[in-house]
């Protein structure tokens, strides 16, 4: 084993060197895939954080409430159009995804505090 | 770009979708999984239809793959006489041929989906080496069935989490094209020191 690593050391290096990047690819790949894995099991960390391309209607499914809730922590008072991205919510309103985030967090506590059935 | 794209997706999800999926079977660094996860998951939400995105990704994968491959047929015509002229690059032609002869249909079936970063080199490597077009483009057609059926599926089943899924997902691609690639190096590479074995001994005669 050890002689034939020498030998191909000596006559094919680079292909020697490219398996070895490749298998530390695949390790380091594979470890990131696990400790995902592990942190994403965690039910603490299922609210996913408000990003650019959400729709309302998206925002309440992934948070397991009613639209109407999403829609009233956002400022939207009508129905929206029927797709709307957070990003041009945000602009339209001249709000932040952070501050869309805190004011859905509290709208969300509140709905999730007062209907204890909805959880589960 | 990835955020950009996925920027895109409330407003122009179905077209843009066909557009990303096409582009990304020519190599194009686009980010095609993470697409048609957020689009499956728009559809779960109920502000896409799910069909009609399952549609627009599968037939923007399949019009990518088949222009892939003719793109690279066209070219390899022209280079010909220019991989001809020398040895070692006609060698490698040869092998590259002899090798889609034998395992084309498998490769380009799974290089659709399983080990999907090395798709669109396999469309490239399968135009050049002239591999059959019906036989390529009937694995290809049933692969992104799979490939399509997997991350759009993914997106509409696993909405509530898209930010997990795709992670996950991105890694575990990742891990599976560099495990590929890793046995196709070992094996050139065991391969290789067979060979000079064998030399030696017949020189020791």
Same mark, same amino acid.
């Given at each position: 084993?050890?002689?034939?690593?020498?030998?191909?050391?000596?006559?094919?290096?680079?292909?020697?060197? /490219?398996?070895?990047?490749?298998?530390?690819? /695949?390790?380091?790949?594979?470890?990131?895939?696990?400790?995902?894995? #592990?942190?994403?099991?965690?039910?603490?960390?299922?609210?996913?954080?408000?990003?650019?391309?959400?729709?309302?209607?998206?925002?309440?499914?992934?948070?397991?409430?009613?639209?109407?809730?999403?829609?009233? /922590?956002?400022? #939207?008072?009508?129905?929206?159009?029927?797709?709307?991205?957070?990003?041009?919510?945000?602009?339209?309103?001249?709000?932040?995804?952070?501050?869309?985030?805190?004011?859905?967090?509290?709208?969300?506590?509140?709905?999730?505090?007062?209907?204890?059935?909805?959880?589960? | 770009?990835?955020?950009? =794209?996925?920027?895109?997706? &409330?407003?122009?999800? @179905?077209?843009?979708?066909?557009?990303?999926?096409?582009?990304?079977?020519?190599?194009?660094?686009?980010?095609?999984?993470?697409?048609?996860?957020?689009?499956?998951?728009?559809?779960?939400?109920?502000?896409?239809?799910?069909?009609?995105?399952?549609? $627009?990704?599968?037939?923007?994968?399949?019009?990518?793959?088949?222009?892939?491959?003719?793109?690279?047929?066209?070219?390899?015509? !022209?280079?010909?006489?220019?991989?001809?002229?020398?040895?070692?690059?006609? &060698?490698?032609?040869?092998?590259?041929? $002899?090798?889609?002869?034998?395992?084309?249909?498998?490769? @380009?079936?799974?290089?659709?989906?399983? =080990?999907?970063?090395?798709?669109?080199?396999?469309?490239? @490597?399968?135009?050049?080496?002239?591999?059959?077009?019906?036989?390529?483009?009937?694995?290809?057609?049933?692969?992104? =069935?799979?490939?399509?059926?997997?991350?759009?599926?993914?997106?509409?089943?696993?909405?509530?989490?898209?930010?997990?899924?795709?992670?996950?997902?991105?890694?575990?691609?990742?891990?599976?094209? &560099?495990?590929?690639?890793?046995?196709?190096?070992?094996?050139?590479? =065991?391969?290789?020191? !067979?060979?000079?074995? &064998?030399?030696?001994?017949?020189?020791?005669?």
């Amino acid at each position: 084993m050890w002689r034939r690593i020498k030998d191909l050391w000596v006559h094919n290096r680079y292909l020697l060197l /490219a398996f070895v990047l490749v298998i530390g690819l /695949a390790g380091l790949f594979g470890v990131r895939a696990v400790t995902q894995f #592990i942190y994403w099991s965690d039910p603490a960390k299922q609210d996913q954080t408000l990003a650019g391309w959400m729709t309302p209607r998206y925002v309440a499914r992934s948070y397991d409430v009613p639209p109407e809730v999403v829609l009233a /922590a956002l400022g #939207i008072e009508k129905g929206p159009p029927r797709r709307v991205s957070l990003e041009s919510l945000a602009e339209a309103q001249g709000m932040s995804l952070a501050q869309m985030q805190a004011r859905l967090q509290e709208a969300v506590a509140l709905w999730r505090a007062t209907h204890p059935e909805a959880a589960q | 770009m990835t955020d950009l =794209v996925l920027l895109l997706a &409330a407003d122009y999800g @179905v077209p843009l979708l066909f557009c990303i999926t096409l582009l990304s079977c020519l190599a194009l660094p686009v980010p095609s999984s993470l697409l048609m996860l957020s689009c499956g998951a728009l559809a779960a939400a109920g502000d896409l239809s799910l069909p009609v995105v399952a549609a $627009a990704a599968y037939c923007g994968a399949v019009i990518g793959d088949n222009l892939g491959y003719w793109i690279a047929r066209r070219l390899g015509v !022209r280079l010909s006489d220019w991989l001809g002229k020398n040895p070692k690059r006609a &060698a490698l032609r040869d092998r590259s041929q $002899a090798f889609m002869t034998k395992w084309g249909g498998s490769s @380009v079936f799974f290089s659709c989906w399983l =080990v999907a970063p090395l798709g669109p080199y396999v469309n490239y @490597v399968s135009g050049i080496s002239r591999f059959s077009w019906p036989r390529f483009a009937l694995w290809g057609m049933a692969g992104e =069935v799979v490939w399509v059926g997997l991350y759009v599926g993914l997106g509409y089943g696993f909405a509530d989490n898209i930010t997990a899924i795709s992670a996950l997902f991105s890694s575990l691609s990742g891990f599976l094209a &560099a495990l590929v690639v890793a046995t196709g190096l070992g094996f050139l590479l =065991v391969r290789a020191s !067979r060979a000079r074995d &064998a030399a030696k001994r017949r020189r020791a005669k």
